[in-house]
Nanobody
Framework: QVQLVESGGGLVQAGASLRLSCTVSQSTFSGFAMGWFRQSSGKEREFVAAIRWNEGTTYYANPVKGRFTISRDSADNTVYLQMNNLKSEDAAVYYC????????????WGQGTPVTVSS
């Protein structure tokens, strides 16, 4: 069983930065990829960014390209989401998730961490 714990959410002003963290409970993460998703009130959960754990290849949703950066620290089993130049539309609950194989869905999810952006 893989457990994910997010942290780092909070209230920031538009234009500010925030870094989210997600720590995996495994001593050595054996999965294929980690992703960040977000869900704002009244909307469906949407993909934000992902990283292949071994290769470090990254993927981004168009609305966050150039502003958000996903990275991982293999030694700490932690994935990060650096969010710069935050906009009001970035406000949401952010979730990290783990995909254990290339053909698998994101099977494991964290509890979510809220991000609020004031204008």
């Amino acid at each position: 069983q893989v457990q994910l714990v997010e942290s780092g959410g909070g209230l920031v002003q538009a234009g500010a930065s925030l870094r989210l963290s997600c720590t995996v409970s495994q001593s050595t993460f054996s999965g294929f990829a980690m992703g960040w998703f977000r869900q704002s009130s009244g909307k469906e959960r949407e993909f934000v960014a992902a990283i292949r754990w071994n290769e470090g290849t990254t993927y981004y949703a168009n609305p966050v390209k150039g502003r958000f950066t996903i990275s991982r620290d293999s030694a700490d089993n932690t994935v990060y989401l650096q969010m710069n130049n935050l906009k009001s539309e970035d406000a949401a609950v952010y979730y990290c998730a783990a995909k254990m194989g290339p053909g698998d869905p994101y099977e494991y999810w964290g509890q979510g961490t809220p991000v609020t952006v004031s204008s």
